[in-house]
């Protein structure tokens, strides 16, 4: 948010207000919808130092003090020992805001270098490390939920993502039980639009940490991805949000999936109640 000496103006106020809002409405009815917090529930939020995930600790906190169920909250940072990673900049934010936290200490950089072959792109694993350090993390300080920054944009581009480079029909669900079974993952920012994110962590002047200090790009497969859905959003407002809700209507039978409809026992002229016994009914009152 403004500081003393830098306060927003009026008009500014007025629209950071409304942006609260919605964000926070579209959090707890992301959370809602999935049932993503019971009562009792001690959630981790994994926080990077982006503006995404700095947005979720607030929306949570926000949540927390009027959610009629009660929960715990807890930030934590993994240090990944990137060259230059400003280490206390986390710390003096969430003292500052008065957030229990911890920050976990792996040097996943020096291992991504020397696995990763020159040249070659260094996120996909880097990320598999933070995952995995992370989850085994949230095991030992007994955290039942470990909460995610991702947003309705991410969950989008990944669907795209799949369908353009793997030949499959999957994103990022709002919540899911990690491999192994040992942790539920919840992505509480999932019904919320980056912009809105973007323009809230402006607004909020949060302590923004750069991921690209390891000197790595950011995979350019999403980048050309994101490049075509942020002009569809330009030019046909409306279309994420309805590309997201497809996400939420699926019809097996109108794919060709056969593991999800039963394509090869579906015969003709079947006998159950159906199309089929209507029309007759319908022919039948026609010409009595
Ligand atoms: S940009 Fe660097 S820190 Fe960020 S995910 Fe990629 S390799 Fe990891």
Redesign the pocket.
């Known amino acids: 948010m403004a500081t003393e000496d830098n306060p927003l103006l009026p008009r500014e106020r007025t629209d950071f207000n409304k942006l609260q809002k919605r964000l926070r409405r579209e959090t707890g009815r992301a959370i809602a919808d999935y049932n993503m917090i019971q009562d009792g529930d001690k959630v981790m939020v994994c926080l990077s130092g982006g503006k995404d995930s700095y947005t979720l600790l607030d929306m949570l906190r926000s949540l927390q003090l009027a959610a009629p169920v009660k929960f715990e909250l807890v930030a934590v940072n993994l240090d990944?020992k990137?060259p230059g990673f400003p280490e206390h900049v986390l710390p003096e934010y969430l003292e500052q805001e008065g957030v229990a936290y911890h920050i976990l200490e792996r040097d996943t950089y020096s291992i991504?270098r020397e696995k990763t072959p020159e040249g070659k792109t260094?996120?996909a694993l880097?990320?598999r490390l933070r995952r995995g350090n992370l989850y085994g993390f949230a095991e030992e300080i007994g955290a039942t939920k470990i909460a995610l920054g991702h947003h309705r944009d991410d969950l989008v581009e990944t669907l795209f993502l799949n369908m353009f480079y793997n030949g499959k029909m999957k994103a990022m669900p709002p919540k899911l039980r990690s491999d192994d079974g040992r942790n539920m993952v919840i992505r509480p920012l999932a019904y919320c639009r980056e912009k809105d994110i973007a323009r809230y962590a402006e607004y909020r002047r949060f302590p923004i940490i750069p991921?690209?200090?390891?000197g790595?790009q950011?995979n350019l497969q999403r980048q050309a991805v994101k490049a075509m859905l942020q002009q569809w959003d330009r030019q046909f407002p409306g279309r994420i949000e309805s590309i997201f809700a497809a996400t939420q209507n699926i019809a097996p039978s109108q794919l060709a999936d056969g593991r999800l409809f039963d394509f090869a026992g579906l015969e003709e002229g079947f006998s159950r109640a159906g199309p089929v016994q209507t029309h007759r009914l319908e022919v039948v009152n026609l010409f009595s």
Do not use: A, K, R
């Not at 991921?211 to 390891?214: A, D, H, R, S």
């Open positions: 990944q990137q991504v260094t996120c880097c990320s991921c690209n200090l390891c790595s950011e």
